[in-house]
Nanobody, 126 residues
Framework: QLQASGGGSVQVGESLMLSCAAS????????LGWVRQAPGKEREIVAA????????????NYTDSVKSRFTISRDNNKNMVYLQMNSLKSEDTGVYYC?????????????????WGQGTEVTVSS
């Protein structure tokens, strides 16, 4: 299971950190992604991080619109994945979900994710 939290209402230019708690699977073997559902738009993966099994480098991928502003990270001791969002823009508004890829990739493709959690809403206003 996945449960996202940390959403809220902020002003343009402010920051917000989202958290996602995972349970029920070997966390370190999961690839994890943050999905955004903006109003009137399709869901998209905005950030993803690969599995972390010690002997392989962790990979992070970002969609172009959030590069240099968002950072995805994971804490394997706490089974948590985070999304630090800086310099927020109004177009970042939406519901954010975390998702898991059992193959452990850092894919930005929606179809690569098998497990989805409930979302948390982010509103960025000017």
């Amino acid at each position: 299971q996945l449960q996202a939290s940390g959403g809220g209402s902020v002003q343009v230019g402010e920051s917000l950190m989202l958290s996602c708690a995972a349970s029920g699977a070997t966390f370190t073997h999961l690839g994890l992604g943050w999905v955004r559902q903006a109003p009137g738009k399709e869901r998209e993966i905005v950030a993803a991080i690969s599995k972390d099994i010690g002997w392989m480098d962790v990979t992070r991928n970002y969609t172009d619109s959030v590069k240099s502003r968002f950072t995805i990270s994971r804490d394997n001791n706490k089974n948590m994945v985070y999304l630090q969002m800086n310099s927020l823009k109004s177009e970042d508004t939406g519901v954010y979900y975390c998702a898991a890829d059992y193959w452990g990739t850092a894919s930005l493709k929606m179809d690569d994710y098998e497990l989805w959690g409930q979302g948390t809403e982010v509103t960025v206003s000017s």
